[in-house]
């Protein structure tokens, strides 16, 4: 019992990062209709980003840990950004009407690309950062001594998580921005011709969804404590297949795919090999996908952005 | 006086191509402030490709589009559409998985967001079944709702040129009077500049000050809606049967 329960934790936390991520996967296929294979380069760059933001806040001088956390994530946030809104730019919008597959394959070359100038910039090895945040509550103990633990860290991720994705759902269900995306989405002729800018507003899903990745970059650095320039694709496949087990396109299947991921991989890591939990993971994907071939939650009538 | 220059909507010797097609060859026309002109022509004729080449997509590939005196031609289709034209397009595109007030709301995306509650009470006291249905998605509704949706979310915008295209087309007939009724009031109480797009020409001719007919891709007649009803060209070509 107390073995499954941390087993839960470490789950929900690690499906946290993989719903964050996932949500920009899904966002971008939903508007339009590609997978952005450079999302989980994204995602490691974010994780460059807010080590150096660490070190040099570090050399600044500010060191009271909640005030840094913040910068870190804000600076994080920006940056990323507009590592994603120029990876549209530069690489899919000039291709936005040719042949279905040339966004594709253009964004297998930014991938590679982001990878490659990470490794050019940082080295080909991991970076570490000393724990930013340390000690956290201890909810059980077992007679041998085996201890429940919520460490401020984990805590820290599913909140921000919780929150980020409640802000989020709002934000496309009820606002005016929100709208936008998903007239777009459902019919990108009639959105324009109600006054959307729709190059915009595709600008903007990127935007969004390197703002989330960027979040996940942040968790991941202080969860794991490193980061190495090939983090994002073993990552990014990861969440891109919680947002296909989710349903792609499917707002609500990102999150619920990204949890289930991070529960089977934290499960099968616990009870059977930590070698297998890849398999495992993969293995559902394919079960769900031979009985339900558009994802848990990848109906039409689902809200999509 | 008010000469052609200063038309509300002034197309000029337009041509519009689709790959190395010729949809438009050439057309002209003027639809004057306060007006309901309406352009009537077969399955075809290009009348859809003019509506979308006045909002710029496609873009003319020759020819001016010129709205309030401003040339448009060239702009995108957003900027069009928030200079103060909306259109109720062809197949209506009413968004499936947003409710009948998304869909509103969608149409107020240029407008000022504090007539939205006026102008949502307006688009409900015109089509009364709307308001019903508001929680509703617009996929659900029948057709007769998706078009009155599609004319309801047009005027959101308040726009000073409205745009319909075949707002008739595959509506029973007591819907399709009802349409044209409410065409006609949003002419006359609100003073909207109506451009209607028609296959159903009877109606149209009846309630349009003046018209165009279309062959083609080529404007080949106008005059007042009435000279068109009395035309025997017209009447051989659109209304044999019409009602």
Redesign the interface.
């Known amino acids: 019992m107390e073995y499954f329960l941390q087993q839960l934790i470490n789950g929900l936390t690690l499906g946290s990062i993989f719903g964050l991520i996932a949500i920009g996967y899904t966002m971008v296929y939903g508007i339009i209709g590609m997978i952005n294979f450079a999302h989980g380069d994204i995602f490691m760059v974010s994780g460059f980003i807010a080590l150096m933001s660490f070190m040099i806040l570090g050399i600044a001088g500010v060191t009271w840990v909640p005030l840094a956390l913040a910068l870190v994530l804000v600076i994080a946030m920006i940056f990323t950004s507009v590592y994603g809104w120029t990876v549209e730019r530069v690489a899919y919008r000039p291709l936005r009407g040719s042949f279905r597959l040339a966004p594709l394959i253009s964004a297998l070359g930014m991938s590679i690309f982001l990878q490659n100038y990470v490794q050019l910039l940082q080295g080909a090895r991991s970076k570490a950062m000393p724990p930013m945040i340390e000690g956290g509550f201890t909810l059980m103990e077992r007679a041998d001594g085996f201890t429940v633990d919520l460490s401020y860290v984990r805590l820290m991720i599913i909140v921000a998580t919780l929150v980020l994705m409640i802000a989020f759902t709002t934000l496309i269900a009820k606002t005016s921005l929100g709208r936008q995306q998903r007239a777009c989405e459902q019919d990108k002729k009639m959105a324009a011709l109600l006054g959307v800018n729709v190059d915009r507003t595709i600008s903007l899903t990127f935007v969004m969804g390197a703002g989330l990745a960027a979040v996940a970059g942040c968790m991941y650095l202080l969860l794991y404590g490193v980061i190495d320039f090939y983090e994002g694709f073993v990552v990014g496949i990861k969440a891109f297949t919680a947002a296909v087990l989710g349903g792609i396109g499917s707002l609500p299947g990102a999150m619920l795919g990204g949890l289930m991921l991070g529960l089977i991989e934290a499960f099968w890591s616990g009870y059977g090999s930590v070698e297998g939990k890849d398999v495992a993971a993969f293995g559902i994907l394919v079960l769900v996908l031979i009985f339900r071939p558009s994802g848990l939650l990848g109906r039409p009538e689902i809200e999509k952005v | 006086m008010r000469g052609s220059d200063a038309a509300l909507l002034s197309v000029s010797g337009v041509h519009t191509f689709y790959g190395s097609i010729e949809a438009l060859k050439g057309v002209s026309l003027q639809v004057e402030a306060g007006e309901i002109v309406t352009l009537i022509g077969a399955n075809g004729a290009g009348k859809s490709t003019l509506l979308m080449t006045i909002?710029g997509?496609p873009r003319a590939a020759r020819g001016t589009v010129r709205f309030d005196g401003r040339d448009i031609t060239r702009r995108?289709?957003?900027e069009i559409?928030?200079s103060g034209i909306?259109?109720s397009?062809e197949g209506r595109?009413i968004?499936?998985?947003?409710t009948v007030l998304?869909n509103l709301?969608?149409?107020a995306?240029?407008a000022d967001p504090a007539h939205l509650e006026e102008d949502l009470e307006r688009a409900f006291a015109l089509f009364p079944r709307l308001k019903e249905r508001q929680h509703q998605?617009g996929?659900t509704l029948s057709g007769g709702e998706q078009q009155m949706l599609a004319i309801g979310?047009a005027l959101m915008?308040r726009p000073r040129l409205l745009l319909l295209d075949e707002p008739s087309l595959g509506l029973a007939p007591l819907i399709v009077r009802q349409i044209f009724e409410v065409i006609g009031e949003i002419n006359r109480t609100q003073g909207m500049t109506v451009f209607l797009v028609e296959q159903n020409a009877y109606h149209a001719l009846k309630l349009a000050h003046r018209g165009y007919v279309m062959v083609t891709g080529e404007v080949t007649l106008t005059g007042t809606g009435a000279e068109l009803l009395a035309n025997k060209e017209v009447q051989a070509a659109y209304l044999e049967g019409g009602s």
């Open positions: 909002c997509d995108s289709t957003y559409m928030r909306a259109q397009p595109r968004f499936p998985r947003m998304e709301q969608m149409g995306l240029t998605r996929g979310r915008s």
